[in-house]
């Protein structure tokens, strides 16, 4: 009998240097950015035409979906591969954040594929470079290969324009663990768009009431990159700050890659604000960091952020402690946590509680991986119509520890309701997340630190 290749094991002996050189390595000859992009990545890529990607056929059924069992692979089902695409910004704006958000969905992958013998996992991944034309070129190469269903973007700029142009045209499900855009929540999807991270609406609200009651803030500003992530979570927390009676003062938008953003660092802070709010990406965050501390003290006012500019090495980056900047992140306080760290960190030597949306990522592959379990096929129309059936209420319990288990009831017809790393995963009619637990946090010398997680509903 043939044994699996256990490729968890083979990361773990890469090392660290090995595992940092193949999450990096973004198939750059496949994924470079197309002319008049920039080659950094931006999101900011809404108002461009993106009607004349083409539609591409989907195989309802791929060829080698089942296959003749080996030993004794799962009470009754048939041995048959799951395939999957993995579709992720790791260059561009979101190369600092994204490779950690791809190992996390490789490696819910690569466990169910270990794990099972009765399922086989098929994988590729496209590198988006976080921007909207290479991001529907890559959907495009998943669909033309026979992927019924797509864990990602990250982008919410991204996930829009593929979902629009690609995925949802071609009957592909899609499951982003990061993007975040009140934005999605409204699109005409047909059913086919799922998140396992919650709307941008609710982050809002934490942000505004951290601002108000935690930080004493009475007015407040906002700079915010020029995309459907950025200008949605503004309009948001505009929204969630005057209906807490506080007053916003200046609404400042940024194009990325900019060489210098002190004059809408100095439109934003005009009127002398208590608390600015700064949404983007670590690549222009640097920047607009650097900008502010040549020109204001930490005491000038104290500024807050979202998941986007969430990184370790900012503080470093920039040259100064940051004690001044707050911040907010969806974080994974799901019944699988433990279990996703220890994988992780036996996978990758490394924490995955130091970057967001990493327990997201995990889930989203394991719910499209148990729907298509469920659904019997390689069928995107067949995978959507199971989401929210093996993820809501109801059921046999399938979290990370049992996921190979959970396969194989899904396949044989059992009700199941998976509880994943990042929450308990429960998708309301449009695929959103209803709920979720933010870490409320600190920049200071070397890194953040995490005050407490704050748990949030609509």
Do not use: H
Not at 137 to 153: C, D, Q
Not at 386 to 410: F, H, S
């Amino acid at each position: 009998m043939s044994r699996k290749i256990r490729r968890r094991k083979v990361l773990k002996g890469l090392g660290v240097a090995g595992v940092a050189g193949l999450a990096g390595c973004a198939q750059a000859g496949e994924d470079t950015p197309t002319e008049g992009d920039e080659g950094d990545g931006g999101d900011g890529g809404d108002g461009e035409d993106m009607s004349t990607a083409t539609p591409t056929e989907t195989p309802t059924a791929a060829e080698g979906d089942t296959e003749t069992a080996e030993g004794d692979g799962g009470d009754g089902a048939a041995s048959r591969t799951i395939r999957l695409g993995i579709l992720m910004g790791v260059t561009g704006q979101l190369s600092d954040l994204g490779p950690p958000i791809r190992q996390a969905a490789e490696l819910a992958a690569d466990y169910m594929d270990e794990e099972s013998d009765a399922f086989t996992v098929d994988y590729q991944f496209e590198d988006t470079a976080t921007d909207p034309n290479t991001g529907i070129s890559a959907a495009e190469s998943l669909v033309s290969s026979g992927y019924p269903m797509i864990a990602g973007a990250l982008s919410s700029t991204v996930t829009i324009q593929t979902a629009n142009n690609v995925t949802v045209p071609n009957g592909v499900v899609q499951c982003s663990p990061a993007s975040t855009s009140p934005a999605i929540t409204d699109l005409e999807d047909n059913g086919y768009l799922y998140r396992t991270t919650p709307t941008d609406a609710l982050q809002a609200e934490v942000m505004t009431q951290i601002g108000r009651e935690r930080l004493e803030a009475s007015t407040t500003a906002t700079l915010a990159l020029n995309n459907d992530y950025g200008q949605g979570l503004a309009d948001a927390y505009v929204s969630a700050w005057e209906d807490a009676g506080g007053t916003v003062q200046q609404e400042v938008s940024f194009e990325p890659g900019a060489s210098s953003y002190t004059s809408q660092l100095s439109s934003a802070l005009q009127d002398q604000p208590d608390l600015l709010m700064i949404v983007g990406y670590p690549d222009s965050g640097v920047r607009i960091f650097r900008d502010f501390y040549n020109d204001y003290s930490q005491d000038f006012c104290d500024i807050i952020v979202p998941d986007g500019l969430q990184s370790g090495s900012l503080p470093g980056d920039v040259g100064n402690s940051m004690r001044n900047v707050w911040g907010t992140a969806p974080t994974s306080t799901g019944p699988g946590r433990e279990t996703f760290d220890s994988l992780y960190q036996e996978a990758y030597d490394s924490d995955p509680s130091e970057s967001p949306f990493t327990g997201q990522s995990f889930d989203a592959v394991a719910v499209l991986a148990l729907a298509n379990a469920a659904a019997g096929e390689n069928s995107g129309e067949a995978i959507r119509d199971q989401m929210q059936a093996v993820a809501n209420e109801g059921g046999e319990t399938v979290t990370p520890e049992n996921l190979a288990e959970g396969l194989e009831m899904a396949a044989n017809g059992t009700e199941i309701n998976y509880q994943g790393a990042s929450s308990a995963i429960e998708f309301d009619d449009v695929g959103d997340i209803a709920a979720a637990t933010y870490q409320y946090y600190r920049y200071q010398e070397g890194g953040f630190e995490v005050i407490e997680n704050i748990d949030y509903s609509a």
